[in-house]
């Protein structure tokens, strides 16, 4: 009765998330770095200017009158965002979508016919697994180099394309090293797709001002305004200007089917972006904070050897003082220091590494970090 699909999705809980869901039930108190989520550590968009935002947003949505591409004062306020930022983007080639996830499930569709290849970042991030299997894409991988701050290998992304290469995945800040891409980078990049006719996939970068043939660029609220539940985020198309509109044709067309977005939150968009002018510095002081705990503390720890992150919420550590694979390291630790963290091998790392998220709140994470630290040491 089912899909092929239905079963190749059907997944176990692993050993991780069961012994995790073992002492929650047991009512142990378990520090969860992973999570990026910022709410769940202390991090809210302010209220009142919010609340606000979505009370007028109620009244201009008060009659359904959806547009495929998205409301337009949503979409004029994001490519006023990117105007700022000195990027031309106009509002007329940007779609809403109701975040980045999906915002990827309807590039994959786009750019590749299934069997088609999409060139991922490695270390790779679980989310693309899935999205490919929907799309029925086949993913292949680039390698970023932790030697050089996990730069991206550029002559070995080449190598890896094949007839079959659709699309290559750019993200920056990478989740989970948090290597920020350079001018030089994105720059090389974009010679090589314009080398292959490629179509670039950017997550948060911007590099709509090289010169590559097709670029998409995904953002959202979730990481930009610490607003993960309005599940608002856009795909905005630039590049060779037949490309530019064949694709927009068809995206309006795959969003109309669905018209997926909330109403009240499209019309909320140039509220948010206007109130959340004065909330950007107090978010982004907290995350440095968080950023300097995390890596003075690692970097201070016989254990490990730590590449910085020079932007995003995540970091992969090297362990230096174990034997033990990477699994059962990472249950030792849930289970005497009552730290959640991932190894390196969920994110195709090669071992041994530990994957965590910096942003918690300050206390908790000096004290998880010094219990994970110590317990690494005595290995």
Request: glycine share 6%.
């Amino acid at each position: 009765m089912l899909s092929n699909l239905s079963r190749e999705l059907l997944a176990a809980l692993n050993p991780l998330y069961a012994a995790r869901n073992e002492a929650l039930a047991q009512g142990e108190k378990i520090v969860d770095l992973v999570s990026g989520n910022v709410n769940q550590h202390g991090m809210i968009f302010p209220q009142e200017p919010l609340k606000q935002a979505m009370q007028a947003a109620l009244n201009q949505a008060r009659i359904y009158q959806p547009d495929s591409l998205g409301q337009r004062v949503a979409r004029q306020a994001i490519a006023d965002y990117y105007k700022r930022s000195g990027l031309f983007l106009p509002a007329d080639q940007i779609l809403i979508t109701p975040g980045t996830s999906v915002s990827y499930f309807y590039c994959f569709k786009l750019v590749a016919e299934p069997g088609d290849e999409v060139l991922c970042p490695s270390p790779s991030y679980p989310l693309f697994d899935t999205i490919g299997r929907l799309c029925g894409v086949e993913l292949r991988f680039y390698r970023l180099l932790e030697s050089l701050h996990w730069e991206i290998d550029l002559t070995y992304l080449e190598s890896q394309l094949t007839t079959k290469t659709r699309a290559v995945v750019l993200i920056s800040p990478h989740n989970p090293t948090g290597m920020v891409a350079s001018q030089e980078q994105l720059e090389g990049v974009a010679e090589i797709a314009c080398r292959h006719h490629l179509a670039i996939i950017a997550d948060e970068v911007r590099p709509a001002s090289t010169a590559a043939p097709l670029i998409f660029t995904l953002n959202g609220f979730s990481k930009m305004f610490a607003l993960p539940g309005l599940k608002l985020g856009w795909v905005a198309v630039s590049g060779d200007p037949e490309w530019v509109r064949q694709c927009l044709a068809t995206l309006e067309l795959i969003s109309d089917t669905f018209l997926p977005v909330n109403e009240m939150v499209q019309f909320a968009v140039p509220a948010i972006f206007q109130n959340g002018a004065s909330f950007l510095p107090i978010y982004t002081a907290w995350v440095q904070s968080c950023h300097k705990t995390a890596v003075e503390m690692l970097c201070q720890c016989p254990a490990l050897q730590l590449v910085p992150p020079s932007g995003g919420f995540y970091l992969a550590a090297r362990v230096l003082t174990t034997d033990r694979d990477e699994e059962a390291l990472v249950l030792d630790l849930l289970r005497e220091s009552k730290v959640l963290v991932h190894p390196g091998y969920y994110y195709d790392i090669p071992p041994s590494h530990l994957v965590m998220t910096f942003v918690q709140e300050p206390q908790t994470l000096r004290d998880s970090l010094a219990r994970l630290c110590n317990q690494l040491e005595e290995k």
